[in-house]
């Protein structure tokens, strides 16, 4: 069970905050907590919680920067577009977000029309995404969105393995959470909040292998422009932004002889 619990703060929401703490395994409480970090069900989203000025962590795919991504993001010319390999009128690829966090890559790339899996060992980050796809799965304008996001709460290392014929994806996303090297500070304080639930991912050479296992196409590692690579394989191929870059490790050179 996880240790951050849930409170429900919006008593006609309380079968809501059942359903989520069974899924995700949190524990309920009747009382907000006055220390550390929680999950607050409020009378509009789930939100991670803390005392202090860290502000509310919640996923969000409707309003405020997934809108305006959405409406002004650019389209196919964006960067995790082209790293997953959206071009033209090509059909979209169907992609596994395999560290989906926030989802916010992964609503970028079902907005372009892939069909994406999300997949979320956390169960914090994953009842924050459940959320936030049961709402989008009821607004006019992003339900055809939701539509393609399918959430999994699991460890992807395994649920990888697990995967085999079509139910491959083209394409394995892995955005891995490193720990903070002390480099960060400016980070916004309400995603050091997040991190500091969910904590880092110790375990990504073990993800990448899964991942190269898994695709059918291409897996993209998003990291910092400057962070190490991960280590183990070299990348096949990198796209730099100003602050991003993209790991691509191609399968046809890695395993030339798979069709």
């Known amino acids: ?28 409480v009747g009382k907000r907590p006055t220390e550390g970090f929680w999950l607050e069900l409020g009378d509009t989203r789930l939100a991670l919680e803390t ?8 996923a969000e795919f409707v309003e405020g920067a997934a809108k305006h991504r959405r409406e002004q993001g650019g ?11 959206l071009k033209g009128s090509q059909s979209a690829p169907y992609v596994v977000d395999a560290t989906a966090g926030l989802g916010r890559d992964a609503f970028v790339l079902a907005t372009l029309g892939c069909r994406v899996t999300l997949v979320e060992r956390s ?3 994953a009842a924050l995404l459940f959320d936030a796809l049961e709402r989008a799965s009821v607004h006019p ?4 969105i939701a539509a ?12 990888l393995q697990t995967l085999t014929g079509d139910a491959r994806p083209d394409v394995v996303f892995v955005d891995p959470m490193f720990p903070d090297t002390g480099k960060s500070a400016a980070a916004k304080k309400d995603m050091q909040a997040f991190q500091h639930v969910i904590g880092d991912d110790l375990d990504t050479a073990a993800l990448l292998e899964s991942a ?25 191929a990198c796209m730099e932004g100003k602050s991003t ?7 046809k050179a890695i395993r030339p002889d798979e069709r």
Request: glycine share 8%.
């Open 1 to 28: 069970m996880s240790t951050t619990p849930l409170f429900c703060a919006e008593p006609a929401r309380r079968d809501t905050a059942r359903r989520l703490a069974e899924r995700f395994d949190l524990p309920l």
């Open 51 to 58: 005392i202090g000025k860290q502000g509310a962590v919640y």
């Open 75 to 85: 389209g196919r010319g964006q960067p995790v577009a082209k790293a997953v390999g």
């Open 123 to 125: 169960p914090v980050a």
């Open 141 to 144: 304008d992003t339900m055809d």
């Open 148 to 159: 393609r996001m399918t959430l999994v709460h699991a460890n992807a290392i395994d649920w």
């Open 212 to 236: 190269i296992e898994a695709a059918r196409g291409r897996v993209v590692v998003k990291r910092p422009r400057l962070g190490t690579p991960i280590e183990g394989r070299k990348p096949s």
């Open 245 to 251: 870059r993209f790991d691509l490790y191609s399968i």
